[in-house]
Antibody, heavy 121, light 110 residues
């Protein structure tokens, strides 16, 4: 079955760019049936959707993060990436990648295990 | 900036039934299907209910979902200790043109 795995630095300095990658196995990221999403969760808090990428090239971003976020896909390596610029301590969170159904409902399944990113000098 | 409101916590004895509400607006729940996620302690969220009331393969039929107007609810019957987790509702929001999650509800089995 499809599995997702996040990877990237666990520590990022304030004002720098956070970069994470999600590697997809067991299925093609080019499938037109799915979006590829990033979601984050600060410690002890709820889930926040960051944005998504569709294989056609279209993207949607959370309006509160839109000016700082870029999600891109590398189909040759079957993975997609997140870049979040000008980070502050408020961006410290566990970051999850998830596959999203592209039809009505848009549920997320499966999810990666998550990776903790701390913003600190 | 959750736009879907859930009770912070619910608790009940084993074998009883609990219901978790999820309140939204016409731009999200009022016009789009609701999905529910279960997050066990220290784990990634897992899809629990999709498209309002459908169960993914492998999910116990003790879980059920419904949607009416601008609200949705998740019910857990025959409560078990393994159900202790955080539960989140979620839906697409047409005004934000993005996906929104609920504030989350912690379920405790007494």
């Amino acid at each position: 079955q499809v599995q997702l795995q996040e990877s990237g630095p666990g520590l990022v300095k304030p004002s720098q760019t956070l970069s994470l990658t999600c590697t997809v196995s067991g299925g093609s990221i080019s499938s037109g049936s799915y979006y590829w999403n990033w979601i984050r969760q600060p410690a002890g808090k709820g889930l926040e959707w960051i944005g998504r990428f569709y294989p056609s090239g279209s993207t949607n971003y959370n309006p509160s993060l839109k000016s700082r976020v870029t999600i891109s896909v590398d189909t040759s390596k079957n993975r997609f990436s997140l870049k979040l610029t000008s980070v502050t301590a408020a961006d410290t969170a566990v970051f999850y990648c998830a596959r999203g159904w592209a039809g009505d409902g848009g549920w997320f399944d499966p999810w990666g295990q998550g990776t903790l990113v701390t913003v600190s000098s | 900036q959750s736009v879907l409101t859930q009770p912070p916590s619910v608790s009940e004895a084993p074998r009883q039934r609990v219901t978790i509400s999820c309140s939204g607006s016409s731009s999200n729940i009022g016009n789009n299907a609701v999905n529910w996620y279960q997050q066990l302690p220290g784990k990634a969220p897992k899809l629990l209910i999709y498209y309002d009331d459908l169960l993914p393969s492998g999910v116990s039929d003790r879980f059920s979902g419904s949607r009416s107007g601008t609200s949705a609810s998740l019910a857990i019957s025959g409560l078990q200790s393994e159900d202790e987790a955080d539960y989140y509702c979620a839906a697409w929001d047409d005004s934000l043109n993005g996906y929104v999650f609920g504030t989350g509800t912690k379920v405790t089995v007494l």
